[in-house]
């Protein structure tokens, strides 16, 4: 957990804890709903934390806050602070700094925050739902001056500049107060779904998608997440939810944070720079110059999809004429593989967001105005069941959405659409508890669809579960076997197996199985799963991985270790067991020295002698150790060199000094002390003194590698200082530094001794 996600937390705990105590309802959202499913808690690389509330128990939060509240802590909202330029509300911690873009020119809180999205109760009448957008879009645009939000519903600009006369001469408050008294009149009770305003934009949600709330961990804590959390996450993310995306597909959130300071001092001293009235005068008329051109702009983009849906049904229909087999032949023969590359491109186009949308507030006009390539139904058919075959069942099912609107839905496309419909209602099903209903759900569709991934995947866990439960494993192989015969890559089916063979107390084949699994597929819920089965099990590992070294099975030790690595890439005793047996198995000094450097980094430090950051990691600092005894220093002047290592501390030093200095009556290790003794005091920056204890060292060695390290440490001394005495040449009189680095090696008569010696 980074640094801002532990702050991000403990923010969110005293909320939770705030809405627990006081009966106020919310739902874990967005990418933090992701991490609650499938980390357990943060996402690595998440930096906000989302929740949903909605707007009766936010109001009654807004009312007690002033007595629940911690301090340092604060509501934000436009509904009590007009200031505040965001359409929804937040809880911050006003202690801290960090600015987002849209907070630049305001005077609201910009702290460290959690996001609470309100959800707006809304009445089934759609032309309810139509009045309540307009005047949250209008309202949207009065919030925030600068940001144009209307332009995507196309909101009139009449409508605009009725309300904005209004801001100007009757004043912001009076204005939003008319604007609330609208949107806000609608009772909980009366309506059967919700609205949540994000991004200036509303989106629509049934109630029972959200409520009665469940209970989920996150980071160990029992937080309220939707009532049907699998169809949030798929309405949200689409089917890839669930998958760990690519690093450069990694999104996190742009924000100014600045240490050791508050918000209100950063402000102060940009804000005198920036002319709000000149800003707010051209936002308005960006704003005017949007909605007014909307209406054409969708238009003009609508044409342009027309013409690259003709150019994309033309090159469909010349991939079909040269298939050697007819797309009826193909769906028959169950080739989905020939099938997704025929629909390759159509893919790319029909399910873009500019031409299908995405409720979000990029993609919101196309969504309620998508346009379908016209192809036969005997193509789309073939297209949405290949969607299905491989496992992007929410697409298929939003094509069918709307290819249903059209008005021409054969029999085939309705069945298909049924069946997806079927499959959610036994996720649900699943995810309640009602285990037996959902698996007597799936039977009809796995006689239909035998193959679609994501059918079996769901049936896999029922069959699983009667393994745990019977001990009874002949279900499970035979079930499995044919699995792995149809999907031999799939990491999902390999896990399983996995687990088949540790139940069968096949251990090592179970491992190897795990292993691979976790290379085969980047799906976040089998990670989570692996995770959690190997959390309990790594200190038996390494306490096996020990009882080998000790036992000099170097070569076990190492490929168990390596087995390990690959199960539990990210953990990191794992990866300091696995470089203690590194350092035991390696067979070259050349090798030695590359897992030295490798191991430097792993503990913070920069280079040899110096470092910037400390490091508790104890199994990482026991393997340096034993790679200094394998050069050959005694045992304890290795943990000595180590401990030096990963110090700053100036009196930690000195003590060191006095204790190795202990080892000088040895004479088989003064080359060793004389060596250490050296690089203590380099590091206090006694490097007179240092470079003495290292001419000792070169005249007492005994051991190789003591030359290869001195001969490192003087040949990059006078590498630097004949470097910097060149500059100084340059500039100025350079006897005076020359004076001072030569001092050390005594004279150029030195030099040369020393040179003929290391080299």
Excluded at 737 to 752: A, N, P, R, T
């Amino acid at each position: 957990m980074t640094e801002k996600q532990e702050h991000l937390l403990q923010l969110f705990r005293e909320l939770d804890e705030i809405c627990k105590k006081n009966n106020l309802r919310y739902v874990m959202a967005g990418g933090t709903a992701i991490g609650v499913v499938r980390n357990e808690g943060f996402i690595p690389w998440d930096d906000d934390v989302d929740i949903y509330m909605p707007r009766d128990d936010w109001n009654k939060l807004v009312e007690i806050s002033g007595s629940v509240l911690p301090e340092h802590r604060a509501l934000q909202c436009v509904d009590v602070d007009r200031s505040y330029t965001n359409t929804f509300p937040r809880y911050v911690a006003t202690d801290s700094c960090a600015l987002h873009k849209h907070q630049i020119i305001g005077r609201d809180s910009a702290g460290e925050i959690i996001d609470v999205l309100t959800l707006d109760p809304i009445p089934a009448d759609d032309k309810e739902y139509e009045k309540y957008r307009t005047h949250m879009m209008i309202y949207s645009e009065l919030v925030n001056m600068v940001v144009v939000y209307g332009a995507r519903w196309e909101i009139p600009v009449t409508a605009y500049l009725r309300w904005l006369f209004s801001y100007t001469f009757l004043g912001k408050d009076r204005t939003l107060k008319k604007l609330e008294k609208i949107m806000y009149s609608y009772k909980e009770e009366d309506c059967p779904r919700y609205a949540m305003r994000w991004g200036g934009c509303p989106f629509l949600f049934d109630k029972d998608m959200m409520f009665p709330v469940k209970y989920m961990s996150f980071e160990n804590t029992k937080v309220m997440v939707p009532h049907r959390m699998s169809d949030y996450l798929i309405w949200h993310y689409g089917d890839e939810w669930s998958y760990i995306p690519p690093h450069g597909e990694r999104e996190s959130h742009d924000a100014v944070t600045v240490e050791g300071i508050t918000y209100k001092e950063l402000r102060d001293d940009y804000l005198p720079g920036i002319r709000k009235g000149r800003l707010r005068r051209d936002s308005i008329w960006r704003k005017i110059y949007s909605l007014a051109g909307a209406k054409r702009n969708h238009r003009l983009q609508y044409k342009r999809n027309l013409l690259l849906a003709k150019s994309t049904v033309m090159d469909l229909e010349a991939r079909i004429s040269e298939s050697r087999h007819s797309l009826k032949e193909l769906v028959e023969k169950r080739d989905f593989s020939q099938l997704n590359e025929i629909f390759t491109k159509y893919y790319q186009v029909q399910l873009s967001s500019a031409f299908i949308g995405r409720e979000d507030f990029g993609g919101i006009y196309a969504f309620y105005h998508p346009v379908l390539l016209e192809v036969s139904d005997v193509t789309f058919y073939a297209a949405m069941l290949t969607l299905v075959y491989t496992e992007r069942i929410g697409k298929a099912w939003r094509m069918l959405v709307v290819k249903e609107q059209t008005g021409t839905f054969p029999s085939e496309l309705a069945q298909l659409k049924s069946d997806i419909e079927l499959f959610r209602r036994a996720v649900c099903d699943y995810e309640f508890k009602r285990y037996q209903e959902a698996e007597d759900t799936m039977v009809p569709l796995m006689e239909r669809y035998p193959e679609v991934p994501g059918f079996v995947k769901f049936k896999c866990r029922f069959i699983m579960a009667r393994m745990e439960e019977s001990g009874n494993t002949s279900e499970a192989e035979k079930f499995l076997a044919s699995c792995r015969k149809l999907f031999p890559q799939d990491g999902y089916f390999m896990k399983y197996q996995g687990d088949l063979f540790w139940k069968k107390g096949l251990w090592k084949e179970a491992l190897s199985g795990y292993a691979r699994a976790r290379e085969c597929t980047n799906n976040g819920i089998v990670h989570l799963e692996l995770d959690k089965f190997f959390k309990d099990k790594k200190t038996s590992a390494i306490k096996e991985c020990r009882k080998l070294l000790d036992g000099h099975q170097k070569d076990e030790a190492l490929s168990m270790m390596e087995l390990w690595k690959k199960l539990m890439p990210e953990d990191e005793e794992i990866d300091g067991a696995l470089y203690l047996a590194k350092v035991s198995a390696v067979r070259t000094k050349l090798e030695l020295e590359e897992l030295v450097n490798e191991l430097y980094l792993k503990t913070g430090i920069s280079d040899k002698i110096e470092k910037e950051a400390l490091s508790e990691e104890m199994l990482y600092r026991e393997a340096l150790t034993q790679a200094w005894q394998r050069f050959g220093y005694p045992e304890v002047l290795a943990a000595y060199h180590t401990r030096l290592i990963c110090t700053d501390d100036e009196s930690e030093m000195e003590y060191l000094a006095e204790e190795v200095r202990s080892f000088l009556f040895h004479k088989q290790w003064q080359g060793e002390t004389y060596k250490l003794l050296g690089d203590i005091r380099r590091k206090q920056g006694q490097t007179k003194e240092a470079f003495e204890n290292y001419f000792k060292a070169l005249e007492n060695m005994q051991h190789p590698y003591l030359k290869t390290e001195l001969s490192r440490i003087f040949l990059e001394d006078l590498y630097k200082g004949s470097r910097r005495a060149a500059f100084f040449a340059k500039k100025a009189d350079a006897s005076e530094f020359l004076s001072v680095w030569l001092d050390k090696y005594g004279s150029q008569e030195e030099i040369q001794k020393l040179l003929k010696k290391i080299v």
